[in-house]
C-alpha cells in the first residue's frame, strides 16, 4: 500500500480559522457525550416506567408496555431517526413546526432528533432489562412487602425496583455503551459529532487511516471508562451476603 | 372470645381446577390454630386468602369486622394490622436487619426513624439477636433470618399472626429456635394461625387442628380431640397421621 503516514495530522492547521483538526475531534466528541448523556436520562427514565408497566397486573397497562416495546425494538434506528428529524416536524403545529425548522440552528435541531430518537429507541430496551429484573425476584418479595401494609408503588418503590435495579446493572451497562456507539447516526442527519468530524478531517486532509484510527481509540477509550464507572456503581451497591457481595 | 378472624364457605379456582372448597372455620382472639394437611390440600392458600395475597372466588373472610373480599377494603391498612411468616421469610435482601425491622412501621405506620428502630431493636433482642442488628440478611442462617422475619411482624403491633409453613425451609437444627419463639408469641396470648407439619408443636401448643385434604376442611377440632380421639377421626386424617407421627 502506498500510503504517506503523518501522525502530525492532527496538530495541523485546518485551514478553517485558527483550528487545528485536533479542535475538530474534541468538539465532535462533546456532541457525542451531550448526544449519549440526554438520550440516556430519556431511556432510564421512560423505560423503568415501562418495565414496571410490564409487571403490572390488569390488562391495559402491560399491553401499552408491550406494544411500545414491539414497535421501537422493531424498526430500524436509523429509520427512526430519519422519521423523527424529516417526517415528524412536518407533522407538528404550525408554530412548532417554524420554530423546529427556523427559529433554532440547523445543529440544535438535529442535536433535538436525534437525543429523542436515540432516548425513545433505547427506552425500550431498558424497559425489557428492567421486566426481567422485576420478574427475576422471588414471588414471595412482592408478598411479603404487601403483608406489611404497602402499597403496590411502596412495594416497588422500597423492595421491588432496589434488588431488580441491582440484577440488571451487567445489561443496562451493555445498553449504557450502546447508547453512545449509536449516537453515530446523527452524523447522517448533519450533527457535527465525533464521526461527522472524522469524516472531515479525512476529507479536508486525505489523511484518511490516521483520523479513523484516532476515532476507534477515542470511541475505544469513551467506552472502556464507561465500563470501568459502570463496575465501580455496581460495586458501590453490592449487598453483603448476597451473590458476589463480601460477607 | 370474639373471633377474630372467620372464614365462611370459601371456595377459590385456579381456572377450572377448584383449589378450595367450601372452607368454613376461625380463629378466636388469643387462639392458636394449627393448619395440617399434604402438600396441596390448599393449606398456604387458605392462608394467603386471609389477608388477601391470593383472591378467592365465593364466599367471604371477616378479619378483625373487616371483610377482605370487599373491593372498597383497604387492604394495606388491613394487611399492616395482620402479621405474616412466610416459608421463605422473605426478609429485604438489600436492607440490613434494622432497615428491615423498620421500614414498614416508618413507611406504612408513620413511625419516626428513631421510634422504629427503637421497636424493632427491642423485638430483635427478645428473638436473640441484636448483636446481628448491623448486618445483612444474606449474613444470617435460615433459623436467624426466621426469627428476624417474626420480629419484623411483631414490629407491626399486629392483632393477629399467620404462620404459612415457617420451618419447612429450615435445617432440622434451626427449627426448634423458630418454634421456640413462636411458643413464647402463644403463651403470651398472641391470635396465631399456623400451617406447619409441626405436630409437637400443634401438640403442645395448639388449641385446635384444622386439617385439610384436596382444598377442603376435613377435621376442625380441640386439640386434644384431634391427637387424643384418634378413632374419632375421619379415615384420611387417620392415614396422614399414621405418616406423620410414627418417627
Not at chain 2, 387458605?46 to 373480599?69: H, R, S, T, Y
Amino acid at each position: 500500500m502506498n500510503y504517506h503516514w503523518d501522525w502530525g495530522i492532527f496538530f495541523k492547521s485546518t485551514g478553517v480559522g485558527s483550528e487545528i483538526y485536533l479542535n475538530w475531534f474534541v468538539s465532535g466528541l462533546g456532541w457525542t457525550i451531550a448526544v449519549a448523556l440526554a438520550g440516556w436520562i430519556i431511556a432510564l427514565a421512560l423505560g423503568s416506567v415501562l418495565g414496571v408497566m410490564r409487571t403490572l397486573p390488569g390488562k391495559l397497562l402491560p399491553t401499552i408496555a408491550t406494544t411500545y416495546v414491539e414497535l421501537f425494538r422493531n424498526v430500524p434506528l436509523l429509520v427512526q431517526l430519519f422519521i423523527w428529524y424529516f417526517l415528524v416536524p412536518d407533522l407538528l403545529p404550525t408554530p412548532l413546526e417554524m420554530w423546529f425548522k427556523q427559529g433554532i440552528s440547523p445543529a440544535t435541531s438535529a442535536y433535538l432528533s436525534v437525543v429523542v430518537c436515540l432516548g425513545l429507541f433505547t427506552a425500550a430496551r431498558v424497559c425489557e432489562q428492567v421486566r426481567t429484573g422485576i420478574q427475576a425476584l422471588p414471588r414471595g418479595q412482592n408478598n411479603a412487602a404487601l403483608a406489611m401494609g404497602f402499597s403496590t408503588a411502596q412495594t416497588y418503590r422500597f423492595v421491588l425496583l432496589p434488588q431488580a435495579f441491582r440484577i440488571i446493572i451487567p445489561p443496562l451497562t451493555s445498553e449504557f455503551l450502546n447508547i453512545f456507539k449509536n449516537s453515530s447516526v446523527a452524523s447522517l442527519i448533519g450533527l457535527m459529532e465525533l464521526l461527522a468530524q472524522t469524516k472531515q478531517t479525512a476529507e479536508f486532509s486525505a489523511n484518511i487511516f490516521e483520523a479513523f484510527t484516532l476515532a476507534t481509540l477515542i470511541y475505544f477509550v469513551l467506552n472502556m471508562s464507561l465500563m470501568g464507572f459502570m463496575a465501580w456503581v455496581e460495586k458501590r451497591v453490592r449487598i453483603p451476603g448476597m451473590m458476589g457481595g463480601s460477607k | 372470645m370474639s373471633a377474630m378472624i372467620s372464614i365462611n364457605n370459601v371456595s377459590k379456582w385456579y381456572g377450572d381446577f377448584q383449589v378450595l372448597t367450601d372452607c368454613t372455620t376461625g380463629v378466636k382472639k388469643g387462639e392458636v390454630v394449627v393448619v395440617c394437611g399434604p402438600s396441596g390440600s390448599g393449606k398456604s392458600t387458605l392462608i394467603k386468602c386471609v389477608n388477601a395475597l391470593e383472591p378467592f372466588q365465593k364466599g367471604e373472610i371477616i378479619v378483625d369486622g373487616i371483610a377482605v373480599g370487599d373491593p372498597k377494603t383497604d387492604l394495606p391498612k388491613l394487611r399492616s394490622r395482620v402479621g405474616m411468616v412466610f416459608q421463605h421469610f422473605e426478609l429485604f435482601p438489600h436492607l440490613s436487619i434494622t432497615e428491615n425491622l423498620a421500614i414498614a412501621q416508618v413507611k406504612v405506620l408513620g413511625r419516626s426513624q428513631d421510634e422504629a428502630r427503637e421497636k424493632g431493636l427491642k423485638l430483635l433482642d427478645r428473638v436473640g439477636l441484636k448483636a446481628h442488628a448491623h448486618k445483612f440478611p444474606g449474613q444470617l442462617s435460615g433459623g436467624q433470618q426466621q426469627r428476624v422475619a417474626i420480629a419484623r411482624a411483631l414490629a407491626m403491633d399486629p392483632i393477629a399472626m399467620l404462620f404459612d409453613e415457617p420451618t419447612s425451609a429450615l435445617d432440622p437444627e434451626m427449627i426448634n429456635e423458630v418454634l421456640d419463639v413462636m411458643t413464647e408469641l402463644a403463651q403470651e396470648g398472641m391470635t396465631m394461625m399456623c400451617v406447619t407439619h409441626e405436630m409437637g408443636f400443634a401438640r403442645r401448643v395448639a388449641h385446635r387442628v384444622i386439617f385439610m385434604d384436596k382444598g377442603a376442611i376435613v377435621e376442625d377440632c380441640d386439640k386434644d380431640a384431634f391427637f387424643g380421639d384418634i378413632n374419632a377421626r375421619s379415615e384420611r386424617a387417620r392415614q396422614f397421621l399414621s405418616k406423620i407421627l410414627q418417627h
